[in-house]
């Protein structure tokens, strides 16, 4: 019963493959996001969705394709891996953000490593 | 400069010490304040929000002051279980629509026997 879930928990890949990591909420939240921790521990957003409209793009490569299928999921599309892709994704969920803050929550991360 | 700026420590102190951290930010439309707390390799769990008239939660007081665009947090009677990181976190709308986290890059936190 998992709140908010990422599959993987770890990706090792190659330089220059493609990978998706999935993420799933079920607390009925409207809005869903991905963020990036780097190696220096520095979180930040990447992309945010409301209702599976895009709502945030924080000048994300565009080798970053999220897609939302419908409101309890939102994944993520990586094409053409770089070394500096390696870092720590999660998930997050919160009820509608669009009228002001709500607690966002957050999945338990997926680490990815890129060789 | 950083959005959010924090110490990133780590701070060393003995069980039963107060410790306090400070944050900075430097976007004044920033309209909600919070410190999250994450554990080693885990994700950020919300700790608390922080208002301007300043609000405690058991051993944990936050502070905010707007005018200084500072951010404080107090522990007091530090427990080994409080070890971690402590970020420092902003709430603001964005050109365009929507609104953000921004996160600092933490303060980690070792409480020692």
């Known amino acids: 019963d998992t709140a908010v879930s990422q599959t993987p928990k770890y990706l090792v890949t190659q330089m220059g493959n493609d990978k998706s990591i999935k993420c799933e909420q079920n607390?009925?939240?409207?809005?869903m996001y991905w963020y990036k921790q780097d190696s220096k521990k520095f979180l930040k957003i990447m992309f945010s969705?409301?209702?599976?409209?895009?709502?945030i793009n924080e000048t994300v490569p565009n080798r970053f394709s999220p897609k939302s299928p419908d409101k309890a999921h939102l994944n993520l599309h990586i094409n053409s891996l770089e070394l500096g892709d390696s870092a720590v994704y999660f998930c997050?969920?919160?009820?509608?953000?669009?009228?002001?803050?709500?607690?966002?929550?957050f999945g338990p991360g997926t680490r990815l490593t890129v060789l | 400069r950083k959005e959010v700026e924090q110490d990133p420590g780590p701070f060393n102190v003995p069980e039963g010490a107060t410790v306090a951290f400070n944050c900075t930010y430097s976007?004044?439309?920033?309209?909600?304040f919070f410190w999250y707390r994450q554990d080693c390799r885990k994700e950020p769990k919300l700790l608390m929000s922080?208002?301007?008239s300043g609000n405690e939660d058991g051993r944990f007081t936050a502070q905010l002051n707007r005018a200084s665009q500072y951010i404080s947090l107090l522990i007091r009677d530090s427990k080994l279980s409080d070890s971690a990181t402590y970020l420092c976190?902003?709430?603001?709308?964005?050109?365009?629509?929507?609104?953000?986290?921004?996160f600092g890059t933490g303060t980690q936190l070792k409480v020692e026997l």
């Open positions: 997050a969920s919160s009820q509608d953000d669009i009228s002001g803050y709500n607690e966002q929550f």
């Open positions: 607390l009925g939240h409207d809005t």
């Open positions: 969705y409301n209702n599976k409209e895009l709502i």
């Open positions: 976007n004044s439309a920033s309209q909600s």
């Open positions: 922080v208002y301007s």
């Open positions: 976190v902003v709430y603001r709308p964005i050109t365009g629509g929507g609104n953000k986290l921004t």
